[in-house]
C-alpha cells in the first residue's frame, strides 16, 4: 500500500515540476495534450470555447494548437492571472447561468460557431463519491447544454466527469447530439481519481 501511495505522489509531482518547466499554470494540461495527441480534436484556425478554464492551462494549449488564425475563448467564475496568446480571451461568467440562455442570447456572450468546446471542470468537492458525482453530472450537463447551442456542425466535445450513478445518462445525452463518442482516462490523471473524459464527435445538425 505505501508503495502505491508513493508511486502516485511521484506521479503528481512529476507533471506538476513538468507543467512549471513548460510554462503552464497547472498539470491538467497534460490530460488535454493526451487527448490532442489520440484524437487530433483541434486544428490550426479553429475556434475553440473553454468552460470553467482557471487557472488556465487548457485554454493556454488549445491557443498553441489554434495558431495566430484561431480564436480561443475562456470562461470562469474567477479572473484568471495567467497571461494568454493575443488569440485568447477570457470572460469572467458562470457556465451554469449561460446554459439557461437561449441561443441567441448565449452567442451575445459568448459568440459562436465553434469548432471544439472544452470543460474540465470539476465540482467542489465533499468527499463523498456519490455527491461529488452528482454535482459533476450537473457541471457535465450544462457544459453539454452549450456544446449543443454553440458548436458548428461536425463539431467536437470534450467533458470530464466523476463517475457515479449519473455516468450513463450523460454519456447517453453525449450519444444524442454527436455522431461518435469516445470514453478516455488520460495517464497523467491521478490513479485514485474517479474523474473521466467523454469526447463527442461530429455533431449532428
Known sequence: MKQKKTSS??????????AKKENF????????????????????????????????????????LAGKEGRVIGVDLKKVSER???NTRIIIGNVIELAEKDKENLAEIIGTGYHAVLSDMAPSTTGRKEVDAARSYYLCMAALTIAQKALKPNGCFVSKI????????????????????KIF??????????????IGLGKRI
Open 162 to 181: 466523476f463517475q457515479g450513478e449519473d455516468f450513463e445518462e450523460f454519456k447517453d445525452a453525449v450519444c444524442q447530439i454527436f455522431d461518435k463518442h
Open 25 to 64: 499554470p497547472a498539470r491538467s494540461v497534460y490530460k488535454l495534450k493526451e487527448i490532442q495527441k489520440k484524437f487530433k480534436l483541434i486544428k490550426t484556425g479553429d475556434k475553440v470555447l473553454d468552460l470553467g478554464c482557471a487557472p488556465g492551462s487548457w485554454a493556454k494549449f488549445a491557443a498553441e
Open 9 to 18: 505522489k511521484y506521479q503528481t509531482d512529476h507533471y506538476a515540476r513538468k
Open 185 to 198: 482516462k488520460p495517464q497523467s490523471c491521478r490513479k485514485e481519481s474517479k474523474e473521466i473524459y467523454i
Open 84 to 86: 494568454f496568446p493575443s
